[in-house]
């Protein structure tokens, strides 16, 4: 199937060159890069448009086989560790640790075409430009996909990333379970792609991600580019109530110990810190269980996970501490018991101000409207950026619209932001940062 462009879109031409001493700024083929998006999409599809390629599945596989086999075409090295990231290098070109892109192919169950794998496969048509156009460079480009980063089949997200950079051990990741009790080691195995390649890996010269926002405020402000200026702090917390299961008609109202009224009051209580904190502080639970489940049954127990983020790990932890203290007092007043657990914890992330500068100016030059900004999503470039220089590259969502199948970016936008990524890579691979 080819990717049908709405009427009057024009793209630049896939065979303008520059950025080579005449001072002409490169230009990726637009059809060629969303082609291999609409390709990718065909994978694991779903109804209204979407895709569900959960981490380590069949559909997974045979994402990352078909991504794999673009960048061998390319000439790239292509290097897989232990934990199933993938790292596709240029050779024979400069020296020195590579100017790595990339991002993440894995879904959530009702995801749309774009997260994560527009940064991924922009990486490759960003190297193929490099490529085509002869442009020369000081080290090599690299593009990278990082496993299981949306953490939606094991925990955490960004586990990849997480290995890349040392910042979760192999042994732990490998030993995760799905709710089915299957392990992320044995279905790399099943995958084939527990690869030989040893984490951590190696640190690359800079990182830069280009996606989706995710969210409104681009194409809420009119504007074609985000510079983003770090990560939100993202803090899981898996909350456990037990209460005691009875009949929903004959036990009194003062008698009861009702998990799934516990429950409701915490998830009421979340939307009132984020309420009365403001700022950047949100709050949400989004994963509820109760148990059993039963519509003329009080719940025994009840499990839910509250997701808190802020840009400033101070408010954050004040966030944490008053769901806390709204653990006891529900509590005391529903008498039932409440045990809590971090189930994950990013502290926030500021990325590099020379890539933000970068990523800001480039944008300028090539005529683009370009605002500086936060992510409110977790990302695998706040991971990068432990080890080296970071940044990221917004381009709008519509509607801000993700983790859905009705996830849209105009094709226009989806093409100026990989020149964005192009024409910023290249500099840093020409010694920007140097």
């Known amino acids: 199937m080819r990717w049908q462009f709405p009427g009057g879109l024009r793209l630049a031409s896939p065979s303008m060159a520059g950025f080579d001493g005449d001072g002409q700024l490169l230009e ?3 059809p060629r890069l969303l082609q ?4 990718l999409a065909e994978i694991g599809p779903i109804p209204g448009g979407g895709n569900n390629r959960l981490a380590l599945t069949d559909a997974d596989k045979e994402g990352r086989d078909l991504v794999v086999t673009w960048m061998r075409d390319l000439g790239l090295d292509v290097s897989i560790d232990t934990i199933g990231n993938v790292v596709a290098v240029q050779t024979d070109v400069g020296e020195g640790p590579p100017v790595m892109m990339g991002s993440h192919i894995d879904t959530v169950a009702t995801g749309g075409k774009y997260d994560g794998n527009l940064g991924v496969l922009t990486a490759l048509e960003v190297i193929e430009t490099a ?5 020369e460079l000081d080290r090599p480009l690299a593009a990278a996909f990082f496993t299981n980063e949306e953490g939606s089949r094991f925990p955490p997200d960004m586990m990849g990333s997480l290995c890349y950079t040392g910042g979760l051990t192999v042994e732990e990741a490998m030993s995760t379970t799905d709710a089915d009790g299957k392990s992320v080691g044995d279905e790399l195995d099943r995958i084939g792609y527990r690869g030989p390649m040893p984490c951590p890996g190696p640190a690359p010269y800079a990182f830069v991600e280009l996606h989706i926002e995710q969210g409104p405020v681009l194409e809420r402000d009119g504007m074609r580019i985000g ?5 939100q702090g993202i803090s899981w917390t898996e909350v456990n109530i037990t209460g005691q299961s009875n009949h929903a008609g004959t036990t009194p109202m003062s008698m009861r110990r009702d998990a799934g009224l516990a429950a ?3 998830v009421v209580a979340v939307r009132r810190i984020a309420d009365e904190m403001g700022g950047t502080q949100v709050g949400t639970v989004g994963a509820l269980r109760l148990h059993p489940d039963l519509v003329n049954v009080v719940a025994a127990r009840a499990k839910l ?12 932890q004040s966030a944490e501490r008053r769901l806390l203290a709204e653990t006891k007092r529900i509590a005391e007043s529903e008498e039932v018991e409440i045990d809590t657990k971090w189930v994950a914890r990013f502290e926030p992330v500021v990325f590099d101000p020379r890539v933000v500068e ?7 030059a090539l005529g683009l409207s370009v605002r500086r900004m936060p992510s409110g999503a977790g990302h695998d470039a706040q991971i990068l950026a432990e080890v080296c220089p970071a940044g990221m590259v917004f381009v709008p969502s519509v509607k801000g619209i993700s983790h859905n199948p009705a996830e849209f970016t105009e094709p226009d936008d989806l093409v100026a932001g990989a020149n964005v990524l192009l024409n910023t890579v290249v500099a840093l691979a020409r010694g920007h940062l140097s």
């Open 227 to 231: 510079a983003v200026t770090g990560v």
């Open 28 to 30: 990726i083929n637009g």
């Open 36 to 39: 291999r998006l609409w390709d």
């Open 264 to 266: 409701g009051e915490l």
């Open 305 to 316: 996970i509250v997701d808190l983020r802020n840009t400033d790990d101070d408010d954050l």
């Open 358 to 364: 970068l990523v800001e100016s480039t944008a300028s």
């Open 131 to 135: 490529i085509e156009s002869g442009v």
